[in-house]
């Protein structure tokens, strides 16, 4: 190396806000339909088991909801439901009624009214239904566009706590299948943490660091998102307190450490707005969904866009929308040929798959080109 630059001086690095300044902070304006509150597990924290509502809804009242998104101009609407729904006889007997023999065949009509090539514009569905059996995943996968699919928290003592000694689903090993089923079928994934739920800091480090080697060596994970516990009324968990904002901005910070640089972090900023500025500076960019529907109850939702708008423009960093699928994943390895055309015609597709596609390191057939087999990850031998 040459003395001349040697004694160059470094550049210093750039803080998280200076990178976002050079880049766009994005946020999501997704239309909800929940299909059914109905859940085979509880939750402490879930208002769904003590919510009442119909067993799922017909095709045409979906059709209904979906025509009131078009009109609003939205381009996703994310799909959701209570998990372990084929042991609710009252769903089995309603997707029997509307023709279908199965969740998943039901789940396939609905998609196909979403996302209809033959209506413009487009609408992208995102899925969240939970922990779905890789068998379910499979059946599904042609028309699954992302999953919304939460880890939620690797603390196994949880499982004997009132937040899910009630669900099953949610203990670390099953969250992990469900995971890593949707890394064996290349499913783009938006996950997540639960904090507050009563889990401990050591956990949370793990649960990270879970998820970092999850998207590291299958690079599936788009985002993670910092989910903190809000009490909700009616529930077992109604009377604990929400986590801290300090304690959310630790937990970001440490996302960010311990996340590859492609996983976009996400905090629900619709929850403390004022605080955005230093979120953005723990490595947040992604700031959630915003449901700005104009319907009376998204009052807050509405408020809390405007003063992260202002405290985002005053800062010179520009806010953009973004759909549940992000643009490096929007090549033929992670998105089926329907949603490419889709995507296409949106002029949102991405870069063809050789020019700068997330790494899936591990081949399909779980090998090393040697032929010998690929050692186990510590996600893959948790889930077993
Ligand atoms: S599994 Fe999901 S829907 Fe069911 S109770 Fe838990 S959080 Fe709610």
Sequence with gaps: MSKGRRNRPRRPKRSPVERSQSRDVTFSWVYPIVLTYRCSYECGYCPFPVTAGPPLPSKSAVQQRVARARRLGISQVRLTAGEGLENHPDIVSTFKFYGY???????????GEVASNGIAPALFPEMDLGALSLFEMQRLRPHIFTLRLYLESMDSDLQYSVAHAGSEAKWPRNRLK??????????????????????????????????????SRHGHIQSVTIQPFMPQARTPMSHLPAPSPETLLEVAAEARKLLPDSVSIQFPMVNCPERVMDFIEAGVGDLGDFDLT????????????????????????????????????????????????LLRNLGSAGPPPSN????????????????KATPKSEPEKAAR
Excluded at 101 to 111: A, E, H, W
Excluded at 187 to 215: D, F, H
Excluded at 295 to 307: G, L, M, P, W, Y
């Design 294 to 341: 104009g319907d009376a109850h998204d009052a807050a939702s509405i408020n809390a866009f405007k003063i992260v708008s202002e405290k985002l423009g005053l800062a010179g960093i520009k806010l953009s929308d973004r759909l549940s699928l992000f643009p490096r994943y929007s090549c033929e390895q992670w998105t089926t040929p329907y949603y490419r055309d």
């Design 178 to 215: 469900a995971l890593l089923a949707a890394a064996q079928l290349g499913i783009p994934v938006n996950s997540g943490l639960m904090v507050g739920i009563g889990e401990s800091a050591e956990s949370r480090t793990k649960t990270l660091q879970t998820l970092a080697q999850l998207a």
């Design 101 to 111: 023999s199965n969740f998943t065949d039901y789940l396939k009509g609905l998609i």
């Design 356 to 371: 700068g596609k997330p790494a899936r390191t591990q081949s399909k057939n779980n090998s090393k080109p040697d032929g």
